[in-house]
């Protein structure tokens, strides 16, 4: 019985296999139409200065309108993008869009700092035209201190000379750093000391515990502190409650972004938000 058992398990587990890949290769296809058709959108997620609640910053984050799936989440095709190098393309497409964002925010003269999500691809592929933005900037009239280069901590683990390279080049020209999903990742500390960083993003998981552990508490408290001491600033991720909102500001941490304060919107309604300030009565946008 056992072994009749295990054959059967087996045949599940491959067939299993064959419909994930299956599910990749249908993925993969959609992938390259969607460059194609343009089908990518980017989102925008207010950044709350925590003092004095303006929204001072804010996070691009790309949505995929798939004609038959609806939106298909950036932690789905991402990877998937990375894998193929179409995450090249698409990163491209980011930049620009970022920067169409940018000028209609001057245009209605607020000041925000926004915020791009930059794959390691981007830093590793020769193919990479990463090099390229600041000239990008110059034909539109933008500054690289208009942005924040958000990076993992993922990008600097066997880091070759190109990316380290291109990353001294980003900071010359201007552009912030910031360090994503901070502390979740190998060796943080010492990435901090190698890379000319900005800002650090403490990773959702330990904000959504600070309300009611201790433990996550203090690591957050030390995080801001360690930060605080290397000259660098701290933006929480993930805050979406009033509680974490206090707490986090009376651990010092200067910037916030979560639902508490906005979700990721359409280009349209976030630049009605920073015009009305629609959203919140605790938000203020100028
Ligand atoms: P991330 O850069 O750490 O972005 C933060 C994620 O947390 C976003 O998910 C955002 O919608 C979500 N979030 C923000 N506040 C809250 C909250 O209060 N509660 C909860 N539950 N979630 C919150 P999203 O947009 O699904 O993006 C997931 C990840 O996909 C991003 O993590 C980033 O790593 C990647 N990603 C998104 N957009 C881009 C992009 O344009 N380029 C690249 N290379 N990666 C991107
Ligand atoms: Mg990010
Ligand atoms: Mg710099
Ligand atoms: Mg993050």
Redo the contacts with the bound molecule.
């Keep these: 019985l056992a072994k009749k058992q295990g054959r059967n398990g087996f045949a599940f587990f491959d067939a299993q296999m064959r419909q994930a890949t299956e599910q990749r290769m249908q993925l993969l296809k959609d992938l390259r139409i969607a460059i194609q058709k343009q089908q990518f959108e ?1 989102y925008f ?1 207010p950044i709350v200065d925590m003092a004095s609640q303006k929204a001072v910053k804010a ?4 949505r995929w309108q798939h004609p038959g799936k609806g939106i298909i ?3 789905v095709f ?1 990877p998937l993008a990375e894998e193929t190098q179409l ?1 090249l393309e698409i ?1 491209e497409f ?1 930049f620009a869009s970022a920067c169409r964002t940018q000028k209609k925010l001057m245009s209605a003269k607020h000041q925000v700092q926004l915020s ?4 390691p691809i981007q830093f590793s592929s020769k193919h990479s035209r990463l090099v390229d933005w600041k000239t990008h900037l110059d034909e539109l009239s933008l500054n690289a201190e208009q942005f924040v280069i ?1 990076i993992t901590e993922g990008l600097m683990m066997n880091a070759q000379q190109r990316t380290q390279s291109r990353l001294n080049q980003l900071s010359k020209q201007g552009f912030a750093l910031a360090l ?2 901070f502390g979740t990742g190998y060796s943080s500390l010492a990435y901090l000391k190698q890379m000319d960083t900005d800002f650090i993003k403490i990773d ?1 998981r330990f904000v959504d515990g600070i309300a009611d552990s201790a433990d996550d508490l203090a690591l957050c408290e030390a995080m801001i502190m360690m930060a605080h001491q290397l000259g660098l600033k701290v933006i929480a ?4 409650t009033e509680a974490q909102h206090k707490q986090l500001l009376a651990a010092g941490c200067d910037y916030g ?4 304060y906005a979700k ?1 919107m359409p280009e349209k309604v976030y630049l009605d938000f920073m015009n009305n300030a629609t959203y919140g009565d605790h938000l203020q946008t100028d």
């Design positions: 980017l997620q996070e691009a984050l790309i989440s950036p932690a991402i995450i990163g980011i791009i999500n930059v794959s958000e994503d999903d959702k991720e993930g805050i979406e972004q979560g639902y508490y990721p």
